[in-house]
């Protein structure tokens, strides 16, 4: 099979073909890191891991580039709010994201650049444009550095919009533009309440970037001027992505050859979001439920499809993800630990194939993990080897296999295990020298209560076995 993937700029889907054969290239807008994520941020970061997986197992050398925005309005307003440094401030919630990239099982990209440590490559930029005519230095004296959107005739390209039907860019006080809509490249530092370690010597003046050309600035130095995937959340196609493809085509530099966004979580049907105040953060989230099943919510709708946050569908992926670890768990009590298969079921492949095609995907796991079950049952030893590992390697492919030593602490009460397993052991042996005696009215009890308790209790030939209900 060969990948298709969605372009968000054509509408289309189109059959992927990498610049450099072989070899995946791939940028994805990272967080402002002026709060902690919540889980509408960090689909995205589950959507590209799963893409990045999927294409390592389809042969490709894969490239990811994922930025930190660590110096932005917010962030100066919100550390001037707590009196704390403003860069202390972006660095404790760039900690925080990747504690939320480890508790959901997210690889760390081939490298995460800040944008502060890139402003001679900003600068260098700016100067490019401002040479080209597609940019100007304010005339009020500000320091401000603006992008000229009537310059450059593919301005709106991407979101397939016309220059006059755009509203005015709120990136910065519009006195200086020339149009309304011209976005700021880089910000003269006119407020001087804000600290002098957030602004950089520049040719027109102390100041800082502007968020779109960070990631211009840092794409073009570790992807090259083409590379093959830009991404991030639909939300950030306009104005975000439209003015990186506007800024660096413009600096003659040919940008992304195709365009992915994964659509949002939305919450009550608005897009999740601080604002809102219905964000629901990672840390917390993944403290009532299983991390594993937090990501398995996160990937089984298409990338593309909008997810609504709710408790209900965090417990659904529980006991989804509940019911194939209890298969996995008696693959393993038969067989022992088996390794993944090498080939995938061709249904999953093709699923994938498709535009990351998870819900597809998903179906063919539970479609192997009924199968394994059937074949466990009637005791088909050969199905049900070849069903457990088809699982194992599928589950892999999303980030999901519970062997994975990244899920060993997958737990709410990990601590507490042995105690519960040696709890319900004994109320199983219990259970067992009632039915020796023939007391089966105080067996069932004991099975009943264990019931009640969220406990299921299956009768094997190999003795009781017993797993979580939901």
Same mark, same amino acid.
């Given at each position: 099979?060969?990948?298709?993937?969605?372009?968000?700029?054509?509408?289309?889907?189109?059959?992927?073909?990498?610049?450099?054969?072989?070899?995946?290239?791939?940028?994805?807008?990272?967080?402002?890191?002026?709060?902690?994520?919540?889980?509408?941020?960090?689909?995205?970061?589950?959507?590209?891991?799963?893409?990045?997986?999927?294409?390592?197992?389809?042969?490709?050398?894969?490239?990811?580039?994922?930025?930190?925005?660590?110096?932005?309005?917010?962030?100066?307003?919100?550390?001037?709010?707590?009196?704390?440094?403003?860069?202390?401030? $972006?660095?404790?919630?760039?900690?925080?994201?990747?504690?939320? =990239?480890?508790?959901?099982?997210?690889?760390?990209?081939?490298?995460?650049?800040?944008?502060?440590?890139?402003?001679?490559?900003?600068?260098?930029?700016?100067?490019?444009?401002?040479?080209?005519?597609?940019?100007? %230095?304010?005339?009020?004296?500000?320091? +401000? %550095?603006?992008?000229?959107?009537?310059?450059?005739?593919?301005?709106?390209?991407?979101?397939?919009?016309?220059?006059?039907?755009?509203?005015? $860019?709120?990136?910065? !006080?519009?006195?200086?533009?020339?149009?309304?809509?011209?976005?700021?490249?880089?910000?003269?530092?006119?407020?001087?309440?804000?600290?002098?370690?957030?602004?950089?010597?520049?040719?027109?003046?102390?100041?800082?970037?502007?968020?779109?050309?960070?990631?211009?600035?840092?794409?073009?130095?570790?992807?090259?001027?083409?590379?093959?995937?830009?991404?991030?959340?639909?939300?950030?196609?306009?104005?975000?992505?439209?003015?990186?493809?506007?800024?660096?085509?413009?600096?003659?530099?040919?940008?992304?050859?195709?365009?992915?966004?994964?659509?949002?979580?939305?919450?009550?049907?608005?897009?999740?979001?601080?604002?809102?105040?219905?964000?629901?953060?990672?840390?917390?989230?993944?403290?009532?439920?299983?991390?594993?099943?937090?990501?398995? =919510?996160?990937?089984?709708?298409?990338?593309?499809?909008?997810?609504?946050?709710?408790?209900?569908?965090?417990?659904?992926?529980?006991?989804?993800?509940?019911?194939?670890?209890?298969?996995?768990?008696?693959?393993?009590?038969?067989?022992?630990?088996?390794?993944?298969?090498?080939?995938?079921? +061709? #249904?999953?492949?093709?699923?994938?194939?498709?535009?990351?095609?998870?819900?597809?995907?998903?179906?063919?796991? =539970?479609?192997?993990?009924? +199968? #394994?079950?059937?074949?466990?049952?009637?005791?088909?030893?050969?199905?049900?080897?070849?069903?457990?590992?088809?699982?194992? $390697?599928?589950?892999?492919?999303?980030?999901?296999?519970?062997? +994975?030593?990244?899920?060993?602490?997958?737990?709410?009460?990990?601590?507490?295990?042995?105690?519960?397993?040696?709890?319900?052991?004994?109320?199983?042996?219990?259970?067992?020298?009632?039915?020796?005696?023939?007391?089966?009215?105080?067996?069932?009890?004991?099975?009943?209560?264990?019931?009640?308790? #969220?406990?299921?209790?299956? !009768?094997?030939?190999?003795?009781?076995?017993?797993? %979580?209900?939901?």
């Amino acid at each position: 099979m060969t990948f298709h993937l969605y372009d968000s700029m054509t509408h289309q889907i189109h059959e992927f073909h990498p610049v450099v054969p072989g070899e995946v290239s791939i940028y994805h807008c990272g967080l402002t890191v002026q709060a902690a994520p919540h889980v509408g941020h960090i689909r995205k970061e589950v959507v590209f891991d799963v893409l990045r997986r999927w294409l390592t197992w389809s042969g490709y050398r894969v490239k990811i580039v994922a930025n930190v925005t660590d110096i932005d309005d917010k962030i100066l307003r919100k550390s001037a709010e707590r009196d704390v440094e403003w860069y202390a401030l $972006a660095y404790h919630y760039e900690l925080e994201l990747h504690k939320a =990239y480890d508790a959901l099982g997210c690889l760390p990209p081939t490298y995460e650049p800040r944008a502060t440590g890139h402003i001679p490559e900003m600068i260098e930029l700016i100067r490019t444009l401002i040479d080209r005519g597609h940019a100007y %230095v304010a005339e009020d004296g500000s320091g +401000d %550095v603006y992008f000229d959107v009537r310059s450059w005739p593919d301005y709106g390209k991407l979101s397939g919009q016309r220059v006059e039907d755009m509203a005015p $860019a709120e990136d910065s !006080d519009p006195r200086g533009k020339r149009d309304p809509r011209d976005f700021a490249l880089w910000k003269g530092r006119t407020d001087h309440s804000e600290p002098i370690t957030a602004s950089w010597r520049t040719p027109w003046g102390r100041g800082r970037p502007g968020w779109h050309l960070e990631c211009s600035a840092m794409a073009g130095k570790y992807l090259g001027d083409t590379f093959d995937i830009h991404g991030g959340g639909i939300d950030l196609r306009f104005p975000h992505h439209e003015n990186e493809l506007a800024q660096s085509t413009a600096a003659g530099r040919p940008f992304a050859r195709y365009w992915m966004h994964n659509a949002w979580v939305t919450a009550s049907g608005e897009k999740m979001s601080k604002s809102l105040g219905n964000g629901a953060l990672v840390s917390e989230v993944t403290r009532t439920y299983p991390a594993r099943a937090v990501r398995l =919510y996160l990937l089984a709708p298409h990338y593309r499809s909008a997810i609504e946050f709710s408790d209900t569908s965090l417990a659904e992926a529980t006991a989804s993800l509940e019911r194939i670890d209890t298969f996995l768990g008696r693959g393993r009590d038969r067989f022992g630990e088996l390794p993944p298969a090498e080939v995938l079921p +061709d #249904g999953f492949v093709a699923a994938m194939d498709d535009d990351l095609g998870t819900p597809a995907a998903v179906a063919a796991v =539970y479609a192997a993990v009924k +199968d #394994g079950n059937v074949a466990l049952d009637t005791g088909d030893d050969a199905a049900a080897r070849a069903a457990y590992a088809s699982v194992r $390697a599928m589950l892999g492919v999303f980030g999901l296999d519970p062997a +994975d030593p990244t899920w060993a602490d997958d737990h709410r009460a990990s601590d507490l295990e042995p105690v519960v397993d040696g709890l319900v052991g004994a109320l199983l042996d219990q259970r067992q020298a009632a039915r020796a005696r023939k007391d089966y009215g105080a067996a069932d009890a004991i099975r009943d209560r264990l019931g009640t308790l #969220g406990v299921r209790v299956v !009768d094997t030939p190999d003795g009781p076995k017993w797993s %979580v209900a939901r």
